[in-house]
């Protein structure tokens, strides 16, 4: 019997064990309350809320806080559960008095839970309101108290506590009942809302008013009770109307806020946005769309960026919600465009940075095809020969492209990649040349990041330090790049580029979309970085849209809303000092005249050397170019002439009155493949020519073009052997052609002969 008795309380202790076991670890296994999905919120850099949107179960619920504002601490602790911070989860008192309260009623007019117990039940929302779920609430918050602290208890109420309509949390229901954040909220606002849980419907612009506001005195009176505010407050907070209707939320940066709910949704994010510059561009952004429109072009975005960090300081998608607005949610600042002229500043200081170009340095301007391709300049002219940072400061479409030619457009294009833009879908050969004139597509994301670092870049540069980074410029060329681009000259694009002058130095590009589809602008200073886009989203072109026009007002206006800055330090210990020709911008030779010194990127001594400065042999007065053969030797001058290509010479002569051409070789002398004066222009060597279809569906006709270094000379054509005609002044000559190979010979008066190899199809 003794056995027996022994074996049943030995049986019972461990029955009781285990459950004790089992109790402690249920209570102390990790315990997830709320997986209610969130808004995702944006906020300013000084915490002003720029826009939320609602979770994707349709309720404004704000991400968990985990401190609880201290007057809707105080009201909701004094109004749900005065005796929150004594009690384990349950109160046995509270819970007592509910039940004497409810059977004295006969029906259930109190429910005796604390603040744990509500959170639990906030919680499980499905779960019926039957005993068994109350003893089980009561389990949970015993469980809930194990886990978080009351602070955190108090911060998941105040969390996930409904506040009417789809209004769920303290830091939605501020927003949208006073237009603040919580923690700015007075004693009234505060006391609303502490009662407003406790029976959410009461909220509504027109019944239940008197109810609430009696209910929010109430729990103002017994704050006065309970010595937690003043009589004046009391007075002060009674006087207080409550809100009329639930406000709109701030929607200061609507596509910036969508771009987050994509990459961080449900998440709070503070981001380093100025709240008050924001502000402004949206205002100016509105002023300059109603502009646009009269010229029927509907949408354009913005981007400011802190040159220091990246981080984004404004963010304009589109045009605010206007009437004349199309697309506007369309978020245009990671929408791929045409770039227009945006990449030539790369490609210089990429050739800078190598070695192969000067700031000064002549680049061919004169009429190019390649592959088909022939690019033209703004104003439809040719200058012959243009300085390179002319180039730049004109965007010249022509000496641009021969530029990326001498580059290779294969290694631009991997440059572009290891620079950020990461819109280069195709492979090089898919863009060809056009990639430096627009050919490729860009977002305006991409395309101000890369000025902006740029810039950092520059700032960044220590003085004799190592550079072990896998940047691509050094800052020689980026401080050249930047200073070219400083010059603020557009003449090639409009006239008016001088009205954007400024007390302020700032390094700006303008481009234009293919078809007139967008305009860019983007600039930088030591410390900012804007970039600006106008057009139609629709990809609707206008025939007077231009960067210079439509986006570079918008770009010098934004940067009159950010504090001026100083200009960049030259990094004169990252470049050397190189002999530079004055006339031709290479590296002087013995023969250049008058060669001064420029500071270059440190490549700069591979400079090539001036090809333009040569010995020429004159007779007495200079008329001919003679030789040996014509003229005895000590009947011979010397002299050194600035001698340029022909096609080159002839273009740059037209603009430039001292221009020298070299006088014609004497009749008897024996001239050498160096005095040929002719050069053609159109077709090229080993080119295939698609001749376009007239209207009655014949071939058109083959327009040759050539020039001579004589203005006066007359040349003569011949295709496969058969005289097709002469040509004085401009060498242009229509030819009929059918498909086949062809040889193309043209002849000057003293006999000079060059010829072509190509093929029409």
């Not at 939320?249 to 709070?268: D, F, N, T, V």
């Amino acid at each position: 019997m003794k056995k027996t008795t022994f074996n049943r309380r030995r049986a019972v202790c461990w029955i009781s064990a285990f459950f004790l076991i089992s109790a402690g670890v249920w209570l102390l296994w990790p315990f997830h309350v709320f997986r209610q999905p969130y808004s995702t919120v944006l906020y300013a850099a000084d915490g002003t809320l720029l826009g939320a949107r609602t979770a994707p179960d349709g309720q404004w619920r704000f991400p968990p806080r985990t401190v609880v504002p201290g007057k809707f601490a105080e009201a909701v602790v004094r109004f749900e559960d005065h005796r929150f911070y004594l009690h384990p989860g349950v109160d046995p008192l509270a819970m007592g008095r509910a039940l004497f309260r409810n059977l004295r009623a006969g029906r259930v007019v109190s429910g005796g839970s604390t603040l744990s117990m509500q959170v639990v039940r906030l919680s499980r929302p499905e779960a019926p309101r039957t005993v068994a779920e109350k003893l089980k609430e009561c389990l949970l918050a015993l469980r809930l108290e194990v886990h978080y602290s009351k602070r955190e208890i108090l911060a998941l109420y105040a969390s996930h506590a409904p506040f009417g309509g789809n209004v769920v949390g303290i830091d939605a229901a501020a927003w949208r009942y006073f237009g603040r954040d919580a923690d700015h909220l007075s004693w009234a606002e505060s006391a609303m809302l502490a009662v407003l849980p406790n029976a959410p419907s009461l909220v509504h612009p027109s019944k239940n008013r008197e109810q609430l506001q009696r209910k929010r005195d109430r729990l103002l009176d017994r704050l006065y009770a309970a010595g937690s505010i003043s009589e004046e407050t009391l007075r002060t907070a009674k006087a207080e109307p409550l809100p009329d209707r639930p406000a709109d939320m701030p929607a200061a940066a609507p596509h910036l806020l969508e771009y987050m709910a994509k990459i961080r949704p449900g998440e709070s994010v503070h981001s380093a946005v100025d709240a008050s510059l924001q502000e402004s561009l949206q205002a100016l952004a509105v002023r300059y769309a109603a502009r646009e429109a009269a010229n029927h072009v509907h949408n354009l975005c913005m981007l400011v960026l802190d040159v220091h960090t990246q981080d984004v300081l404004a963010y304009i998608g589109n045009v605010p919600l206007l009437p004349s607005a199309y697309s506007p949610h369309v978020d245009i600042v990671r929408a791929p465009r045409s770039s227009g002229s945006l990449l030539k500043p790369l490609l210089y200081a990429a050739m800078l940075e190598e070695g192969s170009l000067t700031p000064d340095m002549l680049v061919p301007d004169i009429p190019f095809y390649h592959d088909g391709f022939s690019p033209q300049n703004f104003n439809k002219t040719f200058d012959g020969a243009v300085p390179a940072h002319r180039v730049l400061e004109r965007s010249l479409n022509v000496p641009s492209a021969r530029m990326l030619q001498q580059y290779g457009y294969e290694r631009f294009h991997s440059l572009l990649g290891k620079l950020g833009v990461s819109t280069l879908n195709f492979p090089a050969s898919h863009y060809g040349l056009a990639l430096i004139l627009g050919g490729a597509e860009c977002t305006l994301w991409d395309i101000t990041h890369v000025y902006a670092r740029m810039a950092d870049r520059l700032n960044r540069h220590v003085p004799s330090a190592a550079d072990t980074s896998a940047y691509p410029f050094s800052a020689g060329a980026l401080y050249l790049t930047l200073s070219s681009l400083a010059q603020l000259n557009r003449p090639e694009e409009e006239s008016d580029w001088e009205m954007f002058g400024s007390s302020r130095r700032v390094a700006w590009k303008t481009g234009t979309s293919f078809g007139n589809r967008g305009a860019w602008a983007v600039g930088v200073t030591p410390d900012y970085a804007v970039g600006v886009w106008v057009g139609n989203a629709s990809g609707e072109g206008r025939p007077d849209m231009t960067g210079i026009h439509d986006a570079a007002p918008l770009l010098f206006d934004a940067f009159r809303h950010l504090p001026a800055t100083a200009w960049f330090r030259e990094p004169l210990d990252d470049m050397v000092e190189v002999a530079v020709c004055t006339e031709s911008g290479y590296a002087a030779s013995p023969l250049c005249p008058h060669p001064v010194f420029r500071m270059l990127p440190r490549q700069g001594t591979q400079v090539p050397v001036c090809p333009f400065h040569v010995e020429v042999t004159l007779n007495s007065d200079a008329s001919y170019r003679v030789n040996t053969s014509v003229v005895s030797a000590r009947d011979i001058r010397r002299e050194v002439w600035f001698v340029l290509p022909p096609a080159e010479a002839w273009y740059y002569r037209q603009r430039h009155s001292d221009y020298r051409p070299l006088p014609p070789v004497h009749p008897g002398a024996v001239p050498s493949v160096s005095d040929l004066p002719v050069s053609i222009i159109y077709p090229q060597e080993g080119s295939t020519v698609i001749l376009p279809l007239q209207g009655d569906g014949r071939p058109g006709e083959l327009v040759v073009r050539a020039v001579h270094s004589q203005p006066s000379a007359v040349l003569y054509y011949h295709l496969n052997g058969r005289y097709m005609g002469c040509t004085a002044g401009e060498h242009r000559l229509a030819v009929s052609a059918l498909p086949g190979d062809y040889t193309l010979s043209v002849v000057d008066e003293q006999g000079y002969e060059l010829t072509r190899h190509f093929s029409v199809r």
